[in-house]
């Protein structure tokens, strides 16, 4: 692992050398995510930044990141192991055709190098330096999954039956998001820092913008900025995120958009909003409203 940070600022500078601008909370939060080896659990809305964070942080400390991506029905198999059996059956054939009895056979066939390892097994028993863990989206699992990973981020060891148990020789890093679609478990966020990461302010939203666009029209950056900003004070299935500003602002950037107009607005929408109702409500009165009110804002 790269040198670990030695306080607040050393993070805030490092993650903007990735690009990504942390604010000193949450630069805190990761500081001491770090120091005292305790997982940081990040929640906010889709598209703030939680999993680029993720990204950033591995990156400032020239580790792997490992990605498990939950979702509806995840299981224990899927997280950390699962025999390869094709390659087993292969190593049957092959060592009865050596003559070997069954008991030598059996006995080689539980073996690391017969493992699939996923996520949670490669994070605690990398083949370099400790990663960064990222558990994408844990609100999408269950109950059972949960209490899962809490076993395995309370001591980060693993007992594999055929294999006995395998402890993690240094800690990683691990970062927990939730786009909160629902309650995750209090003993699980107990083990954890936490984090709420909000929408960006307007000044914020434009230093980042900045900061990962400099080649773009100051103006026009201002006026995309504006326009999410009122995007997200109206009613929406689905406000924008600091992500569909950052693909909004490259979609205008392909398409050679120096200015703002209302038809490169309804042209490009799409960038921004992801519901056919949201989309129902800018029409192009709506998109005229906005413009004008950024104009004289």
Not at 109 to 130: S, T, V, W
Not at 143 to 158: C, K, T
Not at 168 to 182: F, Y
Not at 205 to 223: G, K, T
Request: hydrophobic share 40%; aromatic share 6%.
């Amino acid at each position: 692992m790269g040198r670990k940070p030695q306080s607040v600022d050393h993070v805030i500078a490092g993650l903007r050398a990735q690009h990504y601008l942390a604010d000193s909370a949450l630069a805190t939060a990761v500081f001491l995510s770090i120091a005292l080896e305790r997982p940081l659990f990040v929640e906010g809305e889709p598209g703030v930044g939680k999993t680029a964070l993720a990204q950033a942080v591995a990156q400032m400390l020239d580790v792997p990141l490992i990605r498990l991506q939950c979702y509806e029905g995840i299981d224990r198999e899927s997280a950390l192991y699962e025999w390869n059996y094709p390659r087993q059956l292969l190593h049957i054939r092959i060592r009865e055709l050596d003559g070997d009895d069954r008991d030598t056979l059996e006995q080689s066939l539980y073996h690391e190098d017969f493992l699939l390892k996923r996520p949670l097994y490669a994070a605690i028993r990398p083949n370099g330096p400790a990663p960064v863990l990222l558990i994408d989206e844990i609100d999408r699992s269950d109950d059972e999954f949960e209490a899962f990973l809490l076993e395995v981020l309370s001591e980060f060891q693993i007992s594999i039956p055929e294999l006995g148990t395998i402890q993690a020789v240094e800690r990683p890093i691990v970062i927990l998001t939730s786009n909160r679609t629902r309650d995750v478990h209090d003993a699980l966020k107990r083990r954890c820092l936490y984090q709420w990461l909000d929408y960006p302010t307007y000044e914020r939203e434009m230093a980042i913008l900045r900061e990962r666009m400099p080649q773009l029209n100051p103006s026009l950056s201002e006026h995309i900025v504006r326009y999410v900003q009122c995007l997200r004070t109206k009613t929406l299935q689905k406000p924008p995120g600091l992500a569909e500003t950052l693909d909004w602002a490259s979609a205008l950037e392909v398409l050679g958009v120096e200015t703002l107009s209302a038809e490169a607005v309804e042209r490009t929408l799409g960038c921004v909003l992801k519901y056919r109702e949201d989309m129902g409500q800018a029409d192009h009165q709506a998109v005229t409203t906005i413009l004008q009110e950024i104009a004289h804002g």
